[in-house]
T-cell receptor
Framework: AQSVTQLGSHVSVSEGALVLLRCNYS??????LFWYVQYPNQGLQLLLK??????LVKGINGFEAEFKKSETSFHLTKPSAHMSDAAEYFC??????????FGAGTILRVKS | SQTIHQWPATLVQPVGSPLSLECTVE??????LYWYRQAAGRGLQLLFY??????ISSEVPQNLSASRPQDRQFILSSKKLLLSDSGFYLC?????????????FGQGTRLTVV
């Protein structure tokens, strides 16, 4: 079975600083990986996805993620944090039937 | 364009009462439909998914059930709510073809069982 581990349930950065949210996956087949963002009391919005094309994936709002097979990782980064980036971020791996297996989520706090 | 509607947005129900949450999708046909639950401090857990009318797969044993009476309608129900049913419920859809098809989520329902 596939699984996702997000290291750090809470991450705090200063405005303008680098954002790094960690995600490691476990999969017996080539994975299809996603990052979603959730603002308070709202649904999830897709940030980016990896589907075995380029290993560096660019998403919305200046976020990007790099797929590293040797490290089984798919970390999310953004060069400069903005206050509006404060939200909860979920990494997910897709199973057969387009079912998503989510990590526990990381709450990002941006300090002014 | 496709849209997904989920209601109600918030709900407070007493223990033992019934539950019905509704989700509808517009602008697409034969979508895969999903119900996820997000409990406080935990990630999202897939509860049910459906690949067609009347076809429901349950991912975890629980006090809830799901139905798909129409192609673009997905309903989450319970006959008697438990305190542990509290959480944030999210409906989602994806295209029926393609392994890489991302899921599109509704705005969610915050359920509090008291």
């Amino acid at each position: 079975a596939q699984s996702v581990t997000q290291l750090g349930s809470h991450v705090s950065v200063s405005e303008g600083a680098l954002v790094l949210l960690r995600c490691n996956y476990s999969s017996s087949v080539p994975p299809y990986l996603f990052w979603y963002v959730q603002y308070p009391n709202q649904g999830l919005q897709l940030l980016l996805k990896y589907t075995s094309a380029a290993t560096l994936v660019k998403g919305i709002n200046g976020f990007e993620a790099e797929f590293k097979k040797s490290e089984t990782s798919f970390h999310l980064t953004k060069p400069s944090a903005h206050m509006s980036d404060a939200a909860e971020y979920f990494c997910a791996v897709m199973e057969y039937g387009n079912k998503l297996v989510f990590g526990a989520g990381t709450i990002l706090r941006v300090k002014s | 364009s496709q849209t997904i509607h989920q209601w109600p947005a918030t709900l407070v129900q007493p223990v033992g009462s019934p539950l019905s949450l509704e989700c509808t999708v517009e602008g697409t046909s034969n979508p895969n439909l999903y119900w996820y639950r997000q409990a406080a401090g935990r990630g999202l857990q897939l509860l049910f998914y459906s690949v067609g009318i009347g076809q429901i797969s349950s991912e975890v044993p629980q006090n809830l059930s799901a139905s798909r009476p129409q192609d673009r309608q997905f309903i989450l129900s319970s006959k008697k709510l438990l305190l542990s049913d509290s959480g944030f419920y999210l409906c989602a859809w994806s295209r029926d073809r393609g392994m890489f098809a991302e899921a599109f989520f509704g705005q969610g329902t915050r359920l509090t069982v008291v």
